[in-house]
């Protein structure tokens, strides 16, 4: 009872936020390290193991079993032969009260109608054994491709079930990341704990990201909607959208963001040396192929043909410093990862704060979009329900690239971005199948669809006007994303704590 108590506890003290869908990330320590390196954190895996999940089910026939040592399959199988049989039980009753309605109609009835009644309940009831047992082989395969180790591999402590389990609550960081984790990631923990899952969108500090480090805009900001509360009360920014159309306010974005781009212009130079004109469009994308982008960048930007039409610049040791000047000065932020991949990703809604974005129906973007409009949007790319679809097309051997995306990979191999062998990069988004290969991805894809977004943009960027209605309305659409209502949300449904007001 002593060790029920601690863990329940444990339970009320413990919240889990799941970060990432990504396997890879999602830990698992050997069993047989952890017990030579920390006995007693073993101890009370062990303990939660046996008494704290299966104290929840209330099911005998799990009692005992392991839920982080082994493959889980034993566990959730049962678990859900135990539910099927509970209801083709509760089906079978209301038949036979059916049939014993029917037998009892009058004294005329035979003993061969209840002979055949008989029968065919049993019939029923065979078949009823069939489907069960292919329900629950189904449910075995399930938890073996998703939570199964290499077959006689090391026994492995799930760290992440190992939190699901330990926590009162659960939550992804997006709306899309946090059906996923329900749907996929935990499922079978979701379908045995439904009230523990929920979502929180995460979000970041207006005071950072806008009114610091972009002071020319917040005072616009301020002169426009009245007051300086919307740094306190995000959702005022709203009432930009009322003069998103309004010349003069045009006129001071502009100039603000002019002001940015200098700055940025600047940064530029002192870090890479390299001289960009403001007067270009600055695409950004905050990611980490550096060696690839350099040389990209080395070849374009030395190309006498090109000259200032196009500059391709790594900008080094990006961090928070870097941002705040970066940021502001961007126009156009590309956040492109494959739809499901992506948590939530706090950038996009610093860039969303302060311009407009391309990108996937992933992570934040579904929200960002759904706030500012899907007009202020560039929208390109397959949604989250296609892709394993898509995958399971490009293992059958059935996708046929587009003649660009194949154009591209040749050039790259050609060798015009210098001496550095990029094969084993271009080989990863070729052939059908196996690790590290068949464009995992998806990027041949979303390739010609991102062509096509990108002449979108274009477009759009050459008519001005419109071009700044999309940036004040961006702004205006991202009250919220901001981390104050994130907070409150986690101190209302996880924490359980309320605000103090102060004297």
Request: aromatic share 10%; glycine share 6%.
């Amino acid at each position: 009872m002593a060790r029920r108590k601690l863990l329940k506890i444990g339970l009320r003290t413990v919240a889990y936020t799941n970060h990432t869908v990504l396997p890879e990330a999602l830990e698992k320590w050997s069993f047989a390290l952890l017990g030579e390196l920390l006995p007693r954190h073993v101890e009370i895996i062990k303990m939660i193991d046996e008494e704290r999940f299966f104290f929840d089910l209330l099911i005998s026939k799990l009692n005992r079993r392991r839920c982080f040592l082994q493959l889980l399959d034993t566990i959730v199988a049962e678990y859900v032969a135990y539910k099927i049989r509970a209801r083709q039980r509760t089906s079978s009753r209301t038949k036979r009260r059916k049939t014993t309605s029917r037998t009892r109609r009058g004294k005329d009835d035979s003993k061969d109608e209840e002979t055949e009644a008989v029968k065919a309940e049993t019939t029923e009831e065979e078949e009823k054994t069939k489907v069960e047992k292919v329900e629950v082989e189904d449910a075995q395969e399930k938890i073996k491709r998703i939570f199964g180790s290499a077959p006689n591999g090391p026994q492995m402590v799930r760290m992440a079930n190992l939190c699901v389990v330990s926590g009162h609550a659960v939550n992804g960081v997006a709306e899309i990341h946090s059906e996923i984790v329900k749907k996929e990631v935990f499922n079978e923990f979701y379908e045995l704990w439904p009230e523990k899952f929920q979502n929180k969108t995460n979000g970041v500090t207006p005071r950072r990201w806008l009114s610091f480090c972009n002071p020319e805009l917040s005072e616009i900001i301020t002169k426009w909607t009245g007051s300086d509360d919307w740094i306190v009360n995000t959702e005022k920014l709203a009432e930009l959208r009322k003069f998103a159309d309004n010349e003069e306010l045009q006129s001071e974005w502009r100039t603000a963001k002019r002001s940015n781009k200098m700055k940025t212009v600047s940064l530029i130079k002192e870090k890479t040396g390299y001289v960009v004109s403001p007067d270009a469009m600055f695409d950004v994308q905050a990611k980490r192929i550096v060696k690839f982008i350099t040389d990209v960048g080395a070849t374009v930007n030395h190309d006498p043909e090109i000259g200032d039409l196009l500059k391709v610049v790594f900008v080094p040791d990006y961090n928070v410093s870097v941002a705040e000047v970066l940021i502001p000065g961007s126009e156009l932020s590309q956040h492109i990862s494959t739809a499901g991949m992506e948590a939530s990703g706090t950038s996009k809604m610093k860039f969303a704060m302060n311009g407009c974005l391309i990108g996937t129906l992933d992570g934040a973007n579904v929200e960002i979009r759904e706030e500012v409009g899907e007009g202020n949007f560039f929208l390109f790319g397959a949604q989250a329900h296609e892709i394993s679809g898509l995958r399971k097309e490009r293992a059958e051997g059935k996708f046929v690239p587009d003649p660009r995306f194949e154009e591209v990979k040749a050039y790259v191999r050609t060798g015009v971005f210098g001496p550095y062998n990029y094969e084993e990069l271009v080989g990863s988004l070729e052939r059908n199948e196996g690790y590290g290969r068949a464009d995992y991805f998806l990027v041949g894809k979303d390739f010609p669809d991102y062509i096509e977004c990108q002449d979108k943009v274009d477009e759009a960027y050459l008519d001005q006007k419109k071009w700044t209605k999309m940036s004040i309305l961006n702004t205006a659409g991202s009250s919220k994303f901001s981390s104050d209502r994130t907070i409150h949300q986690y101190a209302r449904d996880i924490w359980r704590i309320e605000p103090v007001e102060l004297p």
